[in-house]
């Protein structure tokens, strides 16, 4: 079954400071990816995702970048922020309806200002 | 519009004990997912719904867990004779459609259910 590993597992950076969290992924047949950010006592909000017919996706300060060939994508965050501080959970699935994700295990990314 | 909620929101129970944990999902969606968030590790797939049926049990990990939905609506996942190790934050997420064609839409989560074995 689908593995996914996730690095670094804490990123501390200064406010205005970019972020690069990464992702691989073991499964070739995946090609959804999306990215959750979790704040302390509430549930995982999605903030951006891609599919594998890009390989590049930008909203606002969130960029993620997909490359299906080495089995791998990264989330980044640019110009960073205080409110930016959360864990961050990349994942991945088929992209067909009712897929199971397989979650990383977490980025807890502190941005201090 | 209002999230997927979920209750209780905490839940403390002694060991042997039986639990249920509650899930309302977005109104019209029509796939439901439970997940399961354990100290210090990410998310683990349970369960899946389409409609009130589940064509995906995989996850669950044990035959003291299950899970049902009625009325294309709430599910509740139980846990019969608790163990320390069942200890977590369960988590629900719904999706709007569950149509292959559709490819995978975005899972919204809710707070979770965060379950304490005694």
């Known amino acids: 079954g689908e593995n996914v590993e996730q690095h670094p597992s804490t990123l501390s950076v200064q406010e205005g400071d970019s972020a690069v969290i990464k992702c691989t992924y073991s499964d070739s047949a995946s090609n959804y990816f999306p990215w959750y950010k979790q704040e302390l006592g509430k549930g995982p909000q999605l903030i951006i995702d891609i599919r594998s017919n890009v390989g590049e996706k930008k909203d606002q300060r969130i960029a993620v970048t997909l490359n299906k060939t080495a089995k791998h994508f990264s989330l980044h965050i640019t110009e960073t922020q205080p409110e930016d501080s959360a864990v961050y959970f990349c994942a991945a699935s088929l992209n067909q309806a009712g897929t199971a994700l397989i979650f990383g295990k977490g980025t807890t990314l502190s941005v201090s200002s | 519009g209002a999230g997927v909620s979920q209750s209780p929101s905490n839940k403390v129970t002694e060991k042997g004990k039986d639990v249920e944990l509650r899930c309302d999902p977005i109104s019209g969606h029509t796939a439901l997912y439970w997940y399961r968030q354990s100290l210090g590790q990410g998310l683990e797939f349970l369960i899946y719904f389409q409609g009130n049926s589940a064509p995906d049990k995989s996850g669950l990990p044990s035959d003291r867990f299950s899970a049902e939905r009625t009325g294309g609506s709430v599910s509740t996942l139980t846990i019969q004779r608790t163990q320390q190790e069942d200890s977590a934050v369960y988590l629900c997420?719904?999706?709007?459609?569950?149509?292959?064609?559709?490819?995978?839409?975005?899972?919204?989560f809710g707070p979770g259910t965060r379950l304490t074995v005694l």
């Open positions: 997420a719904s999706s709007p459609y569950a149509r292959v064609d559709r490819g995978t839409d975005t899972q919204y």
